[in-house]
């Protein structure tokens, strides 16, 4: 007898018309928050080779600062306790909080609306189920642990920073020389990358490939973070008993590996409310993301445009109030350059 192997092979066919509609909808919101990243980087590259060579001025983007989580965390508890919104990481606390009020309302939706982590992990496993045909299922005993991986991670971090850091702490930390360059360390981290953390990135690469977001699933403390808040969503997957016929076409299709075919509410960390099983249910009105038990179901468009108007609300609030830009000024982040570049030279 053929022995079962402990990895399954999931294979996937998109079957209902609605699959491109609403997943190119998803698609485009995630290539206007990719298109934003890559100008937010592009012209924080522009404003550190400003720093260190002159020429013509350009202004720091603050959004680089939803790159600074951490920070961004003990900004959130900073805020809490002190009733101080830091003027060191601004609009990194802001963008903590759109997605925040994001997870809270839409389940785990940063990770397949708006994360391009998330947008590159999705095309990197449709990539390799082209190419292979087929993606990689861990088996549950493996899954299981791997997946409570993120969440040790983020407990990491959260304990440090909710148990052991108090106001004074905090401040010191989060107005201190370290985190006032927080953002240009990690550019330099990436643009001198050593061998190891190369290493390690394309290790997530190839096993992304293979399977199915593997980082976002498995290790992402930011995605462990939307996942806990998600839990609180009104918004869930919800499948009509009734009308369904049980032909396991969500199933198979979810991202997430979910079985919506045997559940009447979604409530899983994982299920990132991308849509893709209600888009491949071929019967109507059977599968949707409701709000509770509300008859109207909220469709990719409603979806798409609440997440954009979410972002451009706050976003814009903090423009207008003084939350967005930091109090650094530019003669002080050419002396910290100065003496960051001056103890690189010296190791
Ligand atoms: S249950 Fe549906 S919405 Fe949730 S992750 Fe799976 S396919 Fe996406
Ligand atoms: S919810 Fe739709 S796709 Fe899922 S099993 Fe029922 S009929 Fe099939």
Known sequence: MKRKSVFQFRKFKPKAAGYNDSQRIRLGVQLFFLVTTLYTGWRFIRFVN??????????RPPGVEAFLP???LMGLKYWVLSGDFNTIHPAGLVLFLVFVVIGLL???SFCSWICPVGLLSEYLWKGGRRLFGKTLTLPRWLDYPLRSLKYIILIFFAWGIFMNMN???????IYGTYNRVADILM???FEHISMFALGVILALVLLSVVIKNFWCRYLCPYGALMGF???FSPAKITRNPDTCTDCGACTEACPANIPVHSKIRVKSDECTACLTCTSVCPEPDTLALRVYKRKKPLSAGMIAAFIILIFL??????????HWKNDISTKEYKSRLQKIEQVD???
Not at 167 to 173: K, P, R, S, T
């Open 313 to 322: 609300l706050f976003t814009g609030i903090a423009r207008i109030s003084g």
């Open 106 to 108: 839409l389940k785990r």
């Open 187 to 189: 550019l330099f981290f």
């Open 50 to 59: 400003y720093l260190q060579n002159g020429g013509a001025a350009v202004t």
């Open 345 to 347: 030279h010296l190791n």
């Open 167 to 173: 106001v004074e702490v905090l401040h010191n930390f």
């Open 70 to 72: 951490i920070s961004s």
């Open 229 to 231: 808040v998600s839990l």
